[in-house]
């Protein structure tokens, strides 16, 4: 089944303490980026990814790092966790960039304390 | 930034009505995407409309295009309550980066 995966689905975690969000595709899309989401403000994007080993700054990056070594994984990191990036993250992943629809994974909702 | 803005946040309606809801951005596009979020989940895509295209149908949905009003619609016809949803528009800029809206919360009444 083509799919975005994303682990773990739930973290609570404490100010400071490094966490990875790991996001999978199977689809063998060129194309991958993490959002956050918060109440009222829609998603925002934080980096994108066109192909392994690039990636971009999207609107929000401060706080996380990315990497593209593969072409099916972007993992999303938070060296130093604050309570401000509590939220709902997503990832998604397509063929391309315009023209292409957006297949998301289920979400990861992530509390700091 | 966001791109897109949705217009209204919310919507209530009885169901078998339509929804209409809008979006407008900022910068010139070469295309528009409209996404649905049902309750926390991952969005799914539902239309996607060209710059050069002015109106679209994908079943009960119909999507405008307006690029000189910089806005777009969405309907929804005859809503069941399985289109309680939230339903945001998405563009992308010249550097590649997509940009969604706040979005708007549909509610379809029994």
């Known amino acids: 089944e083509a799919q975005v995966t994303q682990n773990p689905r739930y973290l609570i975690t404490v100010t400071g303490k490094k966490l990875t969000v790991t996001c999978s595709q199977n689809m063998n899309h060129e194309y991958m980026s993490w959002y956050r989401q918060d109440p009222g403000l829609g998603l925002r994007q934080i980096y994108y990814?066109?192909?392994?080993?690039?990636?971009d700054k999207g609107d929000v990056p401060e706080g996380y790092k990315v990497s593209r070594k593969e072409k099916r994984n972007f993992p999303l990191i938070l060296e130093s966790p604050s309570p401000n990036q509590t939220s709902l993250y997503f990832c998604?992943?397509?063929?391309?960039?315009?023209?292409?629809?957006?297949?998301f994974g289920p979400g990861t909702r992530l509390t700091v304390t | 930034s966001q791109q897109g803005e949705e217009d209204p946040q919310a919507l209530s309606i009885q169901e078998g009505e339509n929804a209409t809801m809008n979006c407008s951005y900022k910068t010139s596009i070469n295309n528009l995407q409209w996404y649905r979020q049902n309750s926390g989940r991952g969005l799914v895509h539902l239309i996607l409309i060209r710059s050069n295209e002015r109106e679209k149908h994908s079943g009960r949905l119909r999507v405008t295009l307006d690029t000189s009003k910089k806005s777009s619609s969405l309907l929804i016809t005859a809503s069941r309550a399985a289109d309680t949803a939230s339903y945001f528009c998405a563009t992308y800029s010249l550097d590649y980066k997509l940009s969604f809206g706040a979005g708007t919360t549909v509610t379809v009444r029994a």
């Open positions: 990814s066109m192909n392994v080993e690039v990636t």
């Open positions: 998604a992943s397509s063929p391309g960039t315009e023209f292409y629809e957006q297949y």
